[in-house]
């Protein structure tokens, strides 16, 4: 994903892109990947492939109910079944408990820093996937980074595909991107 940022920076003046004003977006995994990209400066995982005089920072995150506290017990729980490993156990290789600095490091929530980009949560109502958002807020808050919180009632984890919720992310998504990219 940094390779990517860096490839249209590089890339910007052919594709009449503004390299000051990227944006991430993604839903559920998407979205904590979205979310970690927006916040990690962490060097170990910048690649050391190719457009390296480009920064891989980018301006603005969008995560759509993508959690982003995977040592939270409600992600960090659940491989108490052998036989039916969690979602982070198959993406890691280990369980929380074989090897909780992993399921840290992956968490955006340990990767604030002060040049994380605004946020926006769109959140559905489904509070597993709000996992570590209060806790990552507050640390924004520390940091005076801007970030929004929009929690759609009544809502499946898979809101965004549908009609109405459809076109109420979108509303909340372009809104953001304006204020955050204003003029």
Excluded at 4 to 20: C, E, F, H, L, P
Excluded at 30 to 51: I, P, S
Excluded at 62 to 75: S, Y
Excluded at 89 to 108: H, R
């Amino acid at each position: 994903m940094k390779a990517a940022i860096r490839w249209i920076k590089t890339n910007a003046s052919v594709y009449n892109i503004d390299a000051n004003k990227i944006a991430v977006l993604g839903c559920s995994a998407g979205g904590t990947l979205a979310a970690l990209l927006g916040t990690n400066e962490n060097k170990k995982f910048e690649d050391d492939g190719e457009n390296l005089d480009y920064s891989s920072e980018v301006h603005a995150i969008v995560d759509i109910d993508g959690i982003v506290d995977f040592t939270n017990p409600a992600e960090s729980g659940k491989d108490s079944d052998p036989t039916k490993p969690s979602a982070g156990k198959l993406w890691f290789g280990y369980s929380f408990k074989e090897n909780p600095s992993v399921w840290k490091e992956a968490s955006p929530l340990n990767q604030v820093n002060e040049k994380t980009a605004p946020i926006i949560f769109i959140n559905s109502s489904q509070n597993r996937f709000h996992a570590g958002r209060d806790e990552m807020i507050e640390k924004l808050k520390s940091l005076n980074i801007y970030y929004e919180v929009q929690t759609i009632p009544d809502t499946p984890h898979t809101f965004w595909l549908f009609h109405p919720w459809f076109e109420t992310t979108v509303n909340y998504t372009v809104t953001f991107l304006n204020y955050i990219f204003k003029n």
